[in-house]
C-alpha cells in the first residue's frame, strides 16, 4: 500500500521533520522485518535525512545550499526557480530505510525530512513499506 | 528481471529522458503494486529525476553543474574526467519508485533522466520491477 | 536479515571500500535473483558509488567535496561539524543494488564507499538482501 503524507510548508527553502508519520505509517503496516520507500513526486522538492538534535545543522545546511546554488544567479528557464530543482536533484527524491522490529531502523541523530526549495506549498511524501 | 536498457549519449553533459522506456519496462511486466528499482552501473554517468516539461530547466541544471564542478579545475586523475565521477556521485547511481495501478507513480512534472556526464557513450540504464 | 559491517574510518575525509564485504553478506544470503539495500545510520557519514581502479578518482572527489564545502566556512551549528553534515546529505545515505546470478551486478569501474567526512570513527554500513 502506498501512503500519502500531505506536508505544507511554510518557507521558500526549508527541512520538514516527517520522521514520527514515517514510523507511524510503519507501525501501523504491522510489517517486522522489510524496507521502507520514501519517494517526493516533486521537481523542487526532496527527502533527504540530516540530524533531527540542533536546529542549527538544518539552518546551516539550508544556507549553505542557497550559497552554493544561489537563487538569483543566471538561469535559462523564466520561473525562476531553476535553483530549487538543481537542489533537489542533488538531494534527491527516493529512499529505502531498512525496518527491523516492526520500526524503522535510523541512527541516533538521525530524523528524515522534506526538503522544500521552493515553497510555501502544500507537498506529499510517498510512503510504501514492504515486508522482506 | 533486471532489464537493460540502452542509452546512446551524444554530448559530453547530457540529461536523457528515459520515462517513456521505464514505463513500458513496468508495463510489461504485469506488475500492479510494486517498486521499480533503476541503477546505473557507470561511474560517470548517475539517474536523477527533474522536470520534464520545460527543457530550460535540463539546460540549466547542467550549466550549473559545470560551474559548480568545472572539467578543468585542478585534479589528479589523469584522463581528465574527475568532474564527471564527483557530478555522477552528487546525483546518485540509483533509485527506487513506487508502482501503482500497473504504473509507476511520478509526479505531473517528473521525468527519469540518465545524467551522463563524460559522453558520448553507449549507456545502460538497469529497470527492476518487483511487486509487494 | 539486516547485517551490519563495522566500518573504521583512519581521517577526517574518506572513502572506504566497502564492495568485498557486501558482495560476501550477498554471497551468504543465498539469494539468487534480488536487491541489496545499503544503508548508513550516520548523520556525517554516507554511502556511494565511485571508481575502485584508479586511486586518484576518490582523492580527487574528496579533495573538491572540501572546495565545495569547507569546514571552516561560517556556520552556527556548534560542533564545527556542519560541512559533514551537508557533504553526507549530497552523497546520500542509502542504496539499491540489482542482484543477478547470485551477486550484485556492479558496473566494471564501480566500488561501494562508506564516505566518512567527520572522521577517524567506528562506522556501520547496514546491508540488507531481499529475493524477488
Not at 500519502?4 to 527553502?13: D, Y
Not at 501501523?28 to 520514501?38: P, R
Request: hydrophobic share 45%.
Amino acid at each position: 500500500m502506498l501512503v500519502r503524507l500531505t506536508v505544507p510548508t511554510k518557507r521558500r527553502s526549508q527541512l520538514e521533520d516527517v520522521t514520527e508519520r514515517v514510523q507511524q505509517v510503519v507501525a501501523s503496516s504491522g510489517v517486522d522485518e522489510g524496507v521502507c520507500y520514501l519517494f517526493v513526486p516533486h521537481t523542487t522538492a526532496g527527502v533527504t535525512i540530516n540530524e533531527a538534535a540542533d536546529p542549527a545543522v538544518v539552518h546551516d545546511m539550508l544556507n549553505y545550499l542557497d550559497e552554493l546554488v544561489p537563487t538569483e544567479a543566471s538561469f535559462l528557464h523564466a520561473e525562476g526557480n531553476s535553483d530549487a530543482h538543481i537542489k533537489a536533484a542533488l538531494v534527491g527524491h527516493s529512499a529505502a530505510l531498512p525496518i527491523e522490529g516492526g520500526a524503522l531502523v535510523l541512527g541516533t541523530w538521525q530524523g528524515i525530512y522534506l526538503a522544500e526549495f521552493d515553497g510555501p506549498r502544500p507537498r506529499t511524501v510517498m510512503v510504501k513499506v514492504v515486508a522482506g
